[in-house]
């Protein structure tokens, strides 16, 4: 079993940035590919950025350029650094783990976490 707790949500003004962290406990993340997803009020919960286990990373199109994810295995933590925030990123957002490979889907995702509130907003 994975345990996973989101934290660095919070209110930030449009153009601003927020640093979100994902702490792992139970098992090391060095067998599990990371991801994190963000669901907005009457939305699905939509894919966002997954590392692989060889640090390799993809996004979502409408945040490719903004967001950049990393892992720290020896911390046992995720990171995702956001900049240039619009009022569209607003949601909670989720830290997710699978086994190996990653994925876009959120089904694929074994463990979850509880979330954090990122509001954009002036």
């Known amino acids: 079993q994975v345990q996973l707790v989101e934290s660095g949500g919070g209110l930030v003004q449009p153009g601003g940035s927020l640093r979100l962290s994902c702490a792992a406990s139970?098992?090391?993340?060095?067998?599990?590919?990371m991801a994190w997803f963000r669901q907005a009020p009457g939305k699905e919960r939509e894919f966002v950025a997954a590392v692989a286990l060889s640090a390799g990373t993809r996004y979502a199109d409408s945040v490719k350029g903004r967001f950049t994810l990393s892992r720290d295995n020896a911390k046992n933590t995720v990171s995702l650094q956001m900049n240039s925030l619009k009022p569209e990123d607003t949601a909670v957002y989720y830290c997710?783990?699978?086994?190996?490979?990653?994925?876009?889907?959120?089904?694929?995702?074994?463990?979850w976490g509880q979330g954090t509130q990122v509001t954009v907003s002036s």
């Open positions: 997710a783990a699978r086994e190996r490979l990653t994925s876009r889907s959120r089904n694929d995702y074994n463990y």
């Open positions: 139970g098992r090391t993340i060095s067998n599990y590919a």
